[in-house]
């Protein structure tokens, strides 16, 4: 490689005159990082890279809008310009992408869809869209969602425990630190910060009730816990070396395809449910695996069964457990694995087909 390609002003050049296609080019190489490198939500490293990410773009909109209104008195940042630009979008894209990662990792997409859309196309868009960051009211209002979205799941982990009232400390604690962002910046732009009050004001409000809507309708993930692992069985029980011993029937290749796994039951069996639900270390709570079943007549779902069992946090490959149904009947049927205030983590379909004698099955041990 020649000398002129490694110095900065040819790459700054080609950015310049390519700016999409870098932005394509990051995009996709900071997603599959982000999807191999981050582990655990609670893990002291993936937090302390987010909340770096957010404190570069914390300080990159500071430099944009000093760069922008005050050019007279900053040189420095008005000749870097082009490069702050880049640099806000691009620290929250790595945000996002971490964001998109956990919040997917802990939801049922068929539940939690309208809210996974949501931060998806934050993520895309702030690829896609870099001219709104020239705005401060746009700045301000995505830096407080990526706030929201991190106190969501960071401040259960530190308390040790989750509620509605947990929920709300997080988004007291979003609104004030956003509200001391604002307050600083008001030292460097008193009157553009002054000028957007209102916006600003209106922005942030629809964003926190927005949050609050998608919680109390149980349409955000459960966060900071998730599903690793989920599947109904035949028969299951835990072994003296603690593992866990599986029957389950032997699956065609195009199976897989069926939107409702096929259970072919003989009368009087039951069926076991066995999910692995990761938790953070010292988040001890409790989980329910809530049995369903679909009455066409009156084409709605209904409750058979919500059984209850405790989960402790700290195994990087979920806290196992299962329940067992008895009195099972042919139909649709699927189990929805929930927290306590019914947030989906995950949901197993399935349809219960009768039969006189047992299929095939093989044996698994977990």
Known sequence: MSAKKLSIAYWKKWMEENERLATVVFFAIGFVFDSLTLSRIDNLLDMTILFGWLFVASAGVI???ISRFRESRFKFLRKENKWLEFIVPFSLGNLFSGVTIFYS???SFLVSWPFLIIIIALFIGNEFFKKRYLRLN???SILFATVYFLMIPFVPIIIGN???SIFLLSGAISLLAIGAFIHFLYFFLPR???ANRIKLTSSIGGIFIAVNFFYFTNLIPPLPL???DAGIYHYMERTASGKYFFQKEIKKPFD???FYEKIHVVQGESLYFYSAVFSPTRLNTNIIHSWQYYDPKADTWVVSANI?????GGADGGYRGYSEKTNIFPGKWRVDVTNERGQVLGRERFEIISVERGVPLESVIK
Not at 308 to 312: A, G, L, S, V, W
């Open 63 to 65: 430099a944009v809008d």
């Open 105 to 107: 990792r802990s939801a």
């Open 138 to 140: 746009f700045q301000i």
């Open 162 to 164: 989750t509620s509605d």
């Open 192 to 194: 553009e910060a002054r």
């Open 226 to 228: 998730s599903l690793k």
């Open 256 to 258: 897989v395809l069926d």
């Open 308 to 312: 209850r069992f405790p989960i402790y």
